[in-house]
């Protein structure tokens, strides 16, 4: 082996000088940073070897760790060089070494004055003042120097298979193959490529590519992972994709567009990308541990798509190679944190003429109800005259009294003009609302809630309960009323909904006391002192109860009174639209109608003689029939789909971000300010520091690293490998790019063309080295076996979805319906149904839905399509920048036994057997469906071979055909970009 000195002899005599970025950062980053770095907490002898300043300083032992210019006098050669295992660095206990090599770049680094530069990635990219910059210039700059050549062109069969399964993600029919192959005109090509970019199939081909990023599943992971409605958002992604929205918008509505000005529908449902986090549901678990859970991953997805950085390592530490504070992350989650996540019911034009229809059909059925009435109208009026003499004595005055403080444990409440309060934000097992009234009213006999839907809560409310509960429920547990801190005593309570024991049919007092004691949402259960008891409402569209209590003793409003309100379950069950009101009635209790309707029973007032008409007739039994329609159809108005948002909280109610020491959800520390780390630009200074300004500030020129991090991204899945090999991981352990250059160039490129991703794809896929022939030589095995200098195509095995559909198209049944719902194409039964907790059925999908593109299978994250895990596709429970790429024998089995490509491989042979009388003939077809191009005549043999081997076994007819179809797509060159 060389001696230290004799490598570092051979590296100074090179004429290449060493370059920091690209020599001297990546060893100091894996071998040094871990105790000389960023981190504190983990620092050794008060040396930071990523700063010019401490390593130039002297140490906690006097010395001076680098001298430049002078490595002898530097302590960090001494001790690289050392063979004491005390004073050897990295220490043995660490397990780092570094190589002679490692070592000699040190030193020839400190010779040369152990320069300093900012990390690569770090900086803005470099426009290019080559003249001649393009891609081809920079790819062929580099092989010149390496002594190679580019490889000649691909035949015209392997070029259009590779740009129809790069651009759409299927293959060209042989009919699509044969057009461009005999279209000699010098613009083929080109039209070619356009007419691709076109094509509807290409944003469902890079949409897929986006969705490995945004963790898309249908499923919310997690105990039951119950099915979610987010699809909407998956179809907004093909839609932008397809309309070429340019990348910075196309970000910035996915991170913010609920706070764009005159946000549109489509503006909100892009927000859905920081709403597949996956949702904790089991019993017992604290709902804001687990959205704190959610806002780390939210971090940690936007560190690696728009930074290309590792930020979750920080959620517990200062990154131990980066510049990253463990403040720094909880600054970028406290930009990302002041949101509501709410279901938001899309409007289109067709539910809004649904909701026309609906409101007249309501109208006209409100119109029609008095002629419903037997009798006639004499009839009518003599029964509406006796039950306004009943209910009016039934009836009692109440007043609506406002809060002149309101207080909880997290829900943010605001007073509403109508009396109502509104409740929103964050909630918990255990909430607490204290209010405070005072009034001009003596006399006090009761007090009313009322509790009404409203349409920014959960299911419409009116409670706020999201998860594991009722959605849009409550639970009120406890009520307790003060008055100069002492308890102001509540004899009992009557609801509208109350189920009393009395009333159940089997009437033996053993099996009412036992009905009476499960009973728990009757309002008298929130009197007794017993948290697992209270009153409750479940949640929906027009539901209106209210809860009267008594008073023990008439209490006097003019001092003043405070209300305390418990919401305690085993799930957050806080009220979210209420309203309070007194009555000083002797014989106050829950009539069960509206408030207008009481007092103006209670008061006999004339002039709402309609309004109570109206109330006379929907509860009548003689139109007992007609109003139950009215009330279904009230209750049901048309809804929009579904779909899971994100909605900036108002600035009166903002959500505080904490840091939490080593990453702990219960050890939340200091407050943190919202902000992007230091090393890199800061946000704008005049505008609020919030998510729609973090958006934009991604797209600032001043940003380096989200043009390069993108078009690296789209260079990785052209060719195999991106231009920086760690696409998620632009940071100090990550290779230098292979050609800096060009990756600038392209990172300028983008900008300068808008952030077009249909122009940045055009510019790859016109280029020459995109174009080049794949075959490999001895010498380029020999020099560039993973071909990172690209001196010819690239050759991996395709994605999943792609081999899926590319089996599906060239069956011939590949369905070209887009959007929708999840579907489920056929897999094995055990997937779901022996690998799963809960209640879940596959069930197959039939018609067009059978043979969808494997875009819109449905995503179970517990539980993955079978095929596509096999083939390595992603489970949505992370993000995703690089699939990883495996050739296994399960692979190969799957092509051959799953039933899905059993049925394509069966609608394959039924095609060649109709298109073709000819051994030769159908072989040459199926050949073409599965490879495009034509097969050659010893192929041709092989596969005949096959046949009479086939034929041999008594195969015949479709079952033979079937066969020979399943052979043919199960060839390497099917699955593999050519």
């Not at 380029?780 to 993973?786: C, G, R, Y």
Request: charge should be neutral; aromatic fraction near 8%.
């Amino acid at each position: 082996m060389k001696s230290p000195f004799l490598l570092f002899l051979l590296f100074v005599s090179t004429a290449r000088a060493v370059d920091f970025n690209r020599d001297v950062r990546p060893v100091l980053a894996q071998q040094c940073f871990t105790c000389h770095g960023m981190d504190d907490h983990g620092r050794k002898g008060k040396l930071r070897l990523d700063l010019s300043e401490s390593a130039y300083g002297q140490g906690k032992s006097g010395e001076i760790a680098i001298v430049p210019g002078k490595p002898d006098a530097s302590e960090v050669v001494k001790r690289i060089l050392s063979t004491d295992e005390d004073e050897v660095m990295p220490p043995p206990h660490t397990k780092k070494v570094l190589s002679d090599k490692d070592k000699a770049v040190l030193k020839a680094w400190i010779a040369e004055g152990a320069k300093y530069e900012t990390h690569w990635a770090y900086t803005p990219p470099n426009p290019s003042k080559d003249p001649k910059a393009s891609i081809d210039h920079f790819i062929r700059e580099r092989l010149e120097k390496e002594g190679l050549k580019p490889s000649t062109e691909a035949d015209r069969y392997t070029l259009v298979r590779r740009v129809y399964l790069d651009l759409t993600g299927l293959p060209p029919t042989p009919a699509e193959a044969d057009a461009f192959v005999n279209d000699k005109s010098p613009d083929a090509y080109d039209k070619l490529v356009d007419s691709l970019l076109a094509s509807k199939n290409y944003g469902e081909r890079w949409a897929r590519r986006w969705l490995d990023l945004a963790r898309y599943a249908d499923t919310n992971g997690f105990e039951k992972d119950r099915p979610r409605q987010i699809w909407p958002y998956r179809d907004w992604v093909v839609k932008a994709l397809n309309d070429d929205m340019s990348f910075d918008q196309f970000s910035i509505k996915q991170l913010a567009g609920d706070m764009l000005p005159n946000a549109k529908p489509d503006d909100l449902i892009a927000t859905g990308f920081h709403r597949n986090t996956m949702l904790n549901e089991e019993g017992g678990i604290d709902p804001n541990e687990y959205r704190f859970y959610a806002m780390v991953d939210r971090v940690g997805v936007t560190g690696a798509t728009w930074f290309g950085l590792t930020l979750n390592c920080c959620q517990c530490h200062t990154h131990k190679y980066d510049p990253i504070l463990h403040t720094d992350f909880y600054s970028i989650m406290a930009l990302l944190n002041n949101a509501n996540e709410p279901t938001y019911n899309i409007p289109t034009p067709e539910i809004a003429a649904q909701e026309k229809a609906h409101a007249e059909k309501i109208a006209k059925l409100e119109a029609e109800l008095p002629s419903k009435f037997p009798g006639g109208k004499a009839a009518m009026e003599s029964r509406f005259a006796g039950w306004m003499e009943g209910e009016s004595h039934r009836a009692s005055k109440w007043e609506i009294i406002r809060p002149t403080a309101m207080k909880t444990t997290m829900p943010h409440l605001e007073l509403q003009p109508d009396g109502f309060i509104l409740g929103s934000g964050d909630i918990s097992k255990s909430d607490v609302y204290d209010l405070n009234f005072k009034a001009p009213i003596k006399g006090v006999t009761a007090l009313r809630i009322e509790v009404a839907s409203h349409p920014s809560l959960p299911n419409d409310g009116p409670g706020l309960t999201y998860y594991e509960g009722p959605i849009g429920g409550f639970f009120l547990s406890e009520l307790q009323a003060f008055q100069s801190g002492k308890r102001i005593g509540i004899k009992g309570a009557d609801a509208t909904n109350d189920q009393e024991a009395d009333k159940i049919s089997d009437a033996s007092p053993a099996k009412k006391a036992a009905a009476a004691k499960k009973k728990t949402n009757n309002a008298s259960a929130a009197l007794d002192a017993e948290m697992s008891s209270g009153w409750q409402v479940l949640g929906g569209y027009g539901v209106q109860h209210a809860a009267v209590f008594h008073f023990e003793k008439p209490v006097d409003l003019t001092n003043g009174f405070d209300l305390k309100m418990l919401f305690e379950k085993h799930f957050a069950c806080p009220l979210g639209h209420f309203r309070i009101s007194v009555t000083t009635s002797d014989h106050a209790t829950a009539t069960g109608h509206p408030a207008d309707v009481e007092n103006a029973l209670a008061t006999n007032d004339s002039s709402k003689r309609d309004l109570l008409l109206r109330r006379f007739l929907e509860t009548a039994p003689e139109t007992k029939q007609a109003a139950a329609q009215l009330a279904a159809l009230r209750k049901n108005p048309p809804r929009g789909q579904p779909t899971l948002v994100m909605n900036e909280r108002p600035a009166s109610n903002p959500r505080i971000t904490h840091r939490y020491h080593r990453g702990e959800y219960l050890s939340p520390k200091e407050e943190v300010p919202p902000a992007v780390p230091a090393f890199l630009p800061a946000l704008p200074k005049n505008a609020p520091a919030n998510r729609l300004t973090f958006a934009k500030w991604l797209f600032s020129p001043e940003n380096p690293l989200t043009a390069r991090v993108t078009v690296n991204r789209q260079w990785q899945a052209f060719f195999g490998r991106g231009l920086v090999k760690s696409l998620e991981d632009f940071g100090y352990q990550s290779e230098p790019p292979s050609h800096p250059q060009l990756l600038d160039w392209l990172a300028v490129e983008f900008v300068k063309q808008g952030w077009s991703m249909k122009k940045l794809h055009r510019l790859i896929v016109t280029s020459a080295t995109y174009k080049q022939g794949s075959r490999i030589t001895p010498e380029l095995a020999e020099k560039d076996p993973e071909n990172i200098l690209l001196a010819r195509g690239s050759r991996f095995r395709l994605d999943a979805e792609i081999i899926r559909d590319s089996a599906l198209k060239a069956a011939g049944v590949l369905s070209p319906k887009m959007g929708g719902p999840g579907v489920f194409p056929p897999q094995p039964v055990s997937v779901t149904s022996e690998g799963t907790y809960g209640k879940f059925e596959w069930k197959v999908s039939e018609g067009d839905d059978h043979f969808r593109r494997s875009l819109y299978t449905f995503m179970k994250r517990t539980a993955p399509f079978a095929m596509s895990t096999t083939f390595d596709a992603p489970t949505g429970e992370s993000c995703l920048a690089r699939r990883e790429v495996s050739n296994s024998p399960l692979q190969a089995l799957t092509l051959l036994n799953d039933q899905m490509f059993m049925e394509a491989a069966q609608a394959m042979a039924k095609k060649v057997i109709a298109e073709s009388s000819t051994d030769e003939g159908r072989l040459q077809n199926l050949f073409r469906r599965c490879a495009t191009r034509p097969a050659a005549a010893d192929e041709i043999a092989m596969l005949k071979t096959f046949l009479a081997k086939e034929r041999a076994h008594k195969l015949e007819g479709e079952a033979l055909w079937t066969s020979v179809c399943r052979a043919a797509l199960n060839l390497d060159e099917t699955v593999t970009h050519p």
